[in-house]
């Protein structure tokens, strides 16, 4: 099946600092992608699609501002937490659709628990 | 927007049967998911529904009524590695973006 591979797995930060996480899909072309944030206890909330080749549709109450989203390839996603704050710290999951697959399975990589200090 | 709704949480006996629901609204619907998500893992997929109807896969079996806007999720056999929170997903729009529900935490007992 489909692998979706996400960089990296924890990352310990300073505030006020940005941090960087990649994702991407190793074994199809994803022209979408997706970026969820989860806290404890709690589903998953989707911040963004990200579109290679064009501008992130964040949902709403998302600051883009915030969280920059770059889709650069039909592989390869990147999700930036800019000038991090405790309040960010958070675990991040991508995800991508293959629709090669019959059922168009959404495929997560392993996701990024951020903490900010 | 979109609304997705699914009980909190749910206990069931070992080696029986358990029925978990997901209640939906939203517009431009693709699809709906299932997925199984342990504490601090990713989710996996579970079942995918476009039609009305049952999809059976082993163990489990996922249902859609795209009319009422209302799916369920059926385990049977329980074993105590079930435990585990359940999470209904909506497939919606253009982009066919993905948007989640509550989650269901599953505690299976002995």
């Known amino acids: 099946g489909a692998v979706v591979s996400q960089h990296p797995s924890w990352v310990i930060c300073k505030s006020g600092t940005s941090v960087k996480i990649e994702c991407r899909s190793l074994?199809?072309?994803?022209?979408?992608m997706f970026w969820y944030r989860q806290f404890p206890k709690q589903s998953l909330m989707l911040m963004a699609t990200s579109n290679e080749g064009s501008k992130a549709t964040y949902e709403q109450g998302v600051e883009k501002d915030k969280f920059l989203i770059n889709h650069a390839s039909l592989t390869l996603s990147t999700l930036t937490v800019t000038s991090a704050h405790p309040e960010d710290s958070s675990f991040y999951i991508c995800?991508?659709?293959?629709?090669?697959?019959?059922?168009?399975?959404?495929?997560f990589g392993e996701g990024s628990r951020l903490t900010v200090l | 927007g979109q609304n997705i709704d699914q009980p909190t949480e749910m206990t069931a006996t070992e080696g029986a049967i358990v029925q978990i629901n997901c209640t939906y609204q939203?517009?431009?619907?693709?699809?709906l998911f299932w997925y199984q998500q342990h504490a601090g893992e990713a989710p996996t997929f579970l079942s995918y529904n476009v039609l009305d109807g049952l999809e059976e896969k082993g163990r489990f079996s996922s249902f859609l009524s795209r009319s009422k806007g209302y799916s369920y999720l059926l385990l049977k056999e329980l074993q105590m590695k079930d435990s585990a929170s359940y999470l209904c997903a909506v497939s919606s729009g253009g982009y066919q973006k993905v948007t989640f529900g509550t989650g269901t935490k599953l505690q299976v007992i002995p």
């Open positions: 995800s991508a659709r293959d629709f090669a697959e019959y059922t168009g399975e959404l495929f």
């Open positions: 074994d199809f072309q994803a022209t979408t």
């Open positions: 939203t517009s431009g619907f693709n699809g």
